[in-house]
């Protein structure tokens, strides 16, 4: 404990920050105060606009400080191919990574009744909704690879199929730059499952 | 006291995150029964257990530590993971719940242990029946029926088998009063805490449901092989379960519930098995 009750209490708020144990918080505590005061009332700024103006994309559900997202509204997307993630770093991963042109859903979770997560948590009545409109034509399932990622897929592919929606899972199996024998037999079996013709 | 425990046979039933690279795992264990866990550094991208601590995954693992939750040391994979496809995986997580909602932290049942396993496997050969063929995720409507059929009848005998190994086994085979052997051509009326009684008028009290003696033997007997001796089986096993989850309802059951109306919406209002 220091000397100054704000100090313990900043030390105390910045423990919110994932993987922040108690000595880094002070680092980061001292830090800002012996070192970047302007850039602490920046933080503390920017912290406070964003939680403050950082709502959910009414179409996408991602977060998004405007009523639709950058993806969903604008023109050079695809809006017939629908990508469906668990979370928001999902859609960063994807945008990055691959040359992926239509839209996304997030789900912000995933199906996981142990945990009392249902249909509805997920938003899937409002994904029911949107692919019965009829803009869509195939929905890409691109859940994480778990026993609730599938299942949270399985459910979404039933809900397509009921909109007479074509839906698709994205590939699973042998990593880009991997060698076969270090790759987990689950892996593996699904690389071999999912094997196409060259 | 510090306690380990080597290359025990387990199953994980649930598994939750907990800070930001380890998991917390509810873990069935064949000797300890279930046991709280903590994977640390499970989740980090590089991690080599990631795919491995997974429900529905035949697992050895390694632990010690002391009081209520132990630090998993090591796992390995012992069999290839039991794939339940399609709907069955519902039923993989109801199951999972129930173990968690009837069965104490650490209070071992041995005989259990393959209960839980038999039960994975009968559902897992069901799923690589119906979901045969590399490509083909959706079974035909025949294969759906004789599906529904077999994954409920396992469903309803993993409830039995689950119920008596925790101590709550259901009388079956005898009246409850007279102690004479139930017969097959009677109708019963089941008290919960007692079993099945033929006195007059018990039927129409609160509380207590008919049922015919045919379904009560098939019931005790492990068959279930009529539609009506599981209808009557899901019936009795529903009351049954519900006075042990103390009106706490079943997520997985209502999952599922939600999951039928929507697939009933696609093929038309005919799906009669749920």
Known sequence: ?198 | MTKRVSLQPCYVLHRRSYRDTSALLDVWSAEFGRVGLVARGVRRPRSRLQGLIQPFQPLLLSWSGRGELYTLAKAEACGSVFRLDGDLVFSGFYINELMIRLVHREDPHPGLYSVYENTLRALAVLSSTAYAGAQSREPSIMALDGLAFAEQRALRLFEKRLLEHIGYGLMLDRDAEKGAPVEKDRNYGYILDRGPVTQHGVALQPGVSVISGRSLLSLAREELNTEESLRDAKHLMRIALDTHLGGKPLQSRRLLITFKKQSRRFIGGDVGHH
């Open chain 1, 1 to 198: 404990m220091s000397s100054s009750l704000l100090i313990d209490r900043l030390v105390e708020a910045l423990r919110c920050l994932p993987g922040v144990g108690p000595k880094s918080a002070q680092r980061m505590a001292f830090h800002v105060l012996e070192r970047d005061r302007e850039g602490a009332r920046r933080l503390a700024e920017m912290l406070l606009l964003a939680v403050e103006k950082v709502g959910h994309c009414t179409l996408c559900r991602t977060l998004s400080e405007t009523e639709l997202c950058k993806v969903c509204s604008s023109e050079h997307r695809n809006r017939a191919l629908l990508c469906v993630v668990e979370t928001p770093a999902d859609v960063e991963a994807i945008e990055q990574a691959a040359s992926y042109s239509g839209l996304y859903f997030v789900l912000m979770g995933r199906l996981s009744p142990l945990d009392g997560i249902g249909a509805n948590e997920i938003g899937l009545d409002a994904l029911g909704d949107r692919l019965d409109k009829g803009e869509v034509k195939e929905v890409i399932l691109a859940t994480n690879s778990t026993v609730e990622g599938e299942a949270t897929a399985h459910y979404i592919a039933e809900i397509a199929r009921s909109c007479g929606v074509k839906t698709t899972r994205i590939a699973q199996g042998v990593p880009l730059g991997g060698e076969l024998e270090y790759v987990d037999g689950g892996t593996l079996a699904h690389a071999l499952v999912g094997r196409r013709e060259l």
